[in-house]
């Protein structure tokens, strides 16, 4: 069964969220196969779901405005998000408490927990303050950041953080930094891009970003572009399958999914089904099936392999 073949089969649609869904992000995965899936979204009320089946798992309660982004941390005990009501909140996946509640001056786009299982206790946030900040949650809350310093000369609406030491940002200045938390200066590389970028996505020591009308592909350390693939539309964001053999993107000027041929840029498929444009798309750890988020208040997820897998027979 081709790419084309997957399309057939009809993506299953979440609802619940009454706004736009802006990010989206799935865990890693259980001994046991599973995974879980987390959303922003602008009616302020982040979910959980089960990220084979999509089914609604609980609501975080809490924020006071729109939820810009949403993640995991490594062993996906906690969540963090990013919002509109200046704060990016700290959350028990358990029990949907709030863990920790960050203030903030301005609207926070972003946040990211280090990734390690062993040390959980730090984050980084970003916004539109322009500031770039990192939190211990083994202190107080009410506690100032770690380390803040300004990062960007437009609103920063992304931050990975990659390595134990590594943190990227990229925004609406067109620029992806590199920043080595060790080093005084911070700042160790920095290059501009064919537009604003609203997202990134880490994925086995790769990060993929799309910026205006071309999709990159870096390494997460050694910054070295792996790979620049020119589009005829404007991408918005970008997720790249596991196996690197493809990668789906979704736009704000128009509806669709598109599934490219990672190696040739070639369009394999486009999955219509949105009623409004696409915010966030990501492959599921598995590369089973890939989802969307978009301005109709959805998501949905779309086969992406051949075979029986979750609710799809």
């Known amino acids: 069964m081709d790419q084309s073949q997957l399309s057939r089969y009809l993506p299953l649609t979440c609802t619940g969220h009454s706004r736009p869904v802006t990010h989206l992000s799935f865990s890693n995965i259980y001994e046991n196969g599973s995974y879980l899936m987390i959303s922003a979204c602008k009616d302020g009320a982040p979910m959980l779901r089960d990220g084979v089946t999509g089914d609604w798992i609980g609501t975080f309660t809490g924020h006071k405005g729109a939820v810009w982004s949403a993640r995991f941390s490594s062993d996906a005990e906690l969540a963090i998000t990013a919002s509109a009501d200046f704060t990016a909140k700290v959350w028990d996946t358990n029990s949907g408490s ?15 927990f280090v990734p390690s299982y062993s040390q959980t206790q730090f984050c980084v946030t970003a916004g539109n303050e322009k500031k770039i900040r990192i939190w211990d949650l083994n202190r107080e809350e009410s506690a100032p950041a770690v380390m803040e310093w300004v990062g960007a000369e437009g609103t920063i609406k992304s931050a990975l953080w990659v390595e134990q030491s590594v943190v990227i940002t990229a925004g609406d200045d067109k620029c992806m930094k590199w ?48 790979k620049k693939q020119a589009l005829d539309y404007n ?33 394999l498929d486009t999955l219509k089904g949105h009623h409004g444009p696409v915010h966030s798309i ?28 979750g609710l799809w027979k």
């Not at 709030?98 to 990211?112: E, L, P």
């Open 282 to 309: 990501s492959y599921s750890p598995d590369g089973q099936l890939c989802a969307s988020g978009g301005e109709d208040g959805t998501i949905r997820l779309w086969k992406s392999e051949t075979g029986p897998y």
């Open 179 to 226: 920043w080595d938390l060790r080093t005084a200066d911070k700042l160790v590389d920095s290059v501009t891009l064919d537009g604003p970028i609203s997202q990134m996505e880490e994925r086995k020591g790769s990060v993929t970003v799309a910026a205006g009308c071309a999709v990159y592909t870096f390494d997460a350390l050694d910054r070295t572009t792996v």
């Open 98 to 112: 709030i863990i920790a509640s960050y203030g903030h001056n301005h609207i926070v786009r972003t946040a990211a």
């Open 235 to 267: 991408a918005s964001t970008v997720s790249i399958h596991p196996s690197r053999k493809k990668f789906a993107t979704g736009s704000t000027n128009d509806t669709w999914v598109r599934i490219h041929d990672f190696s040739t840029g070639a369009v």
